[in-house]
């Protein structure tokens, strides 16, 4: 194939081209995108090295923080905003109104400047302020809220749909319980691309729950093309999707609260009212599991990434050490989900003062206390 770039305009001072390796030039794209939209999507399925070597699988990373707005959430605001359009609810320069911890709202508002929308965001007042901020200047009206439970009317997410019931072409796009934007998504994305990145020999797949539109999503269609391939629930603490897939549906335990962000649930979303009865088990990551691992994949896979990827990566990695290797004596593969970086998270994530707060400084080991530089 045609090399993209032109290596004639290199300097002599530059790598040859014999030095850059031929997976490079695989991952060029020939196409141009079509607008923000079209860069939405087909990111790169990471090995993580490190992690892989010192376990019996494949530790595999799906690098949803290079989505152009920076998560996994710009493929859910695209299902959103797509399913409105087709339904007639959204029209010419209306209003997208949702409630959301930021990743959604953050790419919905780059969708709706790309089309034309106008963007009004509800989010509880716990999130980080790096969240808010970036909303803000993509031009969203921001509407931090009290963070209360979903049966309170004041949930962030009944007052973002009174909002939109209440201004003219304005529609509430309700990530957490509709399937036929959010889910349907990542079954006709991010799922196939898992399956096509791992020629279809993936061999179990994991990851944590906001809406539950990835892992219903992805879950389902692995599923449809290999019942075999297992799928597993990552909880952080005070959620209660593990104990709900443990007990098969007859509990609900949530104890505890978690330092992750946009992730967690207590209740079973519209998203993953059918994938939750098909998921293989769940089981729940403390935050001291998560925090060594987001420092671990610094310092040894050189990735940056918030509290959510390291869980569902200290997740997969458990689930290596728990499945061991396949009858056969290969090695599995696991894939699951880095959905965003730590960006959004560093004056938090990275400080010493939050980190001692939350009682988190002595999880993560000696040597990599270093990168505590806040
Ligand atoms: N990680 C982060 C950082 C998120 O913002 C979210 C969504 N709130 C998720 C994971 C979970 O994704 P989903 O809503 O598809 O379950």
New binding site residues.
């Given amino acids: 194939p045609k090399r993209l770039i032109n290596l004639s305009i290199r300097s002599s001072r530059c790598l040859s081209s014999k030095a850059i390796p031929e997976f490079y030039y695989r991952n060029q794209q020939s196409a141009t995108t079509n607008g923000f939209i079209g860069a939405i999507g087909n990111t790169p399925l990471i090995r993580l090295n490190s992690l892989s070597e010192e376990s019996d699988a494949e530790i595999l990373g799906k690098a949803e923080f290079m989505n152009p707005g920076g ?3 710009d493929r ?1 605001a695209l299902g959103l905003v797509l399913d409105a359009e087709e339904k007639g609810l959204l029209k010419p320069r209306g209003t997208v109104v949702e409630g ?5 709202g953050i790419g919905l508002a780059h969708l709706c400047r790309a089309r034309g929308y106008k963007c009004v965001i509800y989010m509880p007042n716990t999130q980080s302020a790096e969240k808010i901020d970036l909303l803000r200047m993509l031009g969203a009206e921001v509407h931090p809220v009290p963070a209360v439970a979903f049966d309170n009317p004041q949930n962030y997410n009944h007052q973002a749909k009174r909002h939109a019931d209440d201004i003219e072409n304005a529609v509430w796009t309700n ?2 319980d509709n399937p036929d934007g ?1 889910r349907a998504i ?1 079954l006709h994305t991010t799922g196939p691309e898992i399956w096509l990145q791992t020629n279809g020999t993936v061999d179990a797949f994991t ?11 992805v879950t389902n269609y692995l599923k449809s093309m290999n019942k075999d391939i297992g799928c597993y629930i990552a909880d952080p603490p005070g959620s209660v999707l593990a104990s709900y897939v443990q007990s098969h549906g007859q509990k609900m335990d949530r104890d505890g609260g978690s330092i ?4 967690g ?1 207590g209740r079973i979303t519209e ?1 993953m009212k059918d994938d939750v009865k098909i998921a293989d088990g769940g089981f729940t990551v403390p935050d001291a599991d998560s925090i060594a691992m987001l420092y671990r994949l610094l310092d040894e896979e050189g990735i940056y990434l ?4 390291a869980l ?1 990566v200290a997740a997969a990695f458990k689930l290596g050490k728990d499945l061991g290797k396949n009858a056969d004596g290969t090695r599995r593969k696991i894939v699951t ?1 880095l ?2 970086g730590a960006y ?1 998270y560093q004056s938090r994530l990275f400080s010493r003062k939050w980190l001692e707060s939350k009682g988190l400084v002595d999880a993560i080991p000696q040597h990599l206390q270093k990168y505590i530089v806040l």
Wanted: hydrophobic share 25%.
């Fill in positions: 998560s996994v959430k859910a959301t911890a930021g990743n959604t990530q957490f959010n990542h990851c944590s729950t906001g809406t539950g539109g990835t892992f219903a999503g992750t962000e946009g992730i649930q998203n918030g509290a959510s990827s569902n989900i959905c965003d959004r």
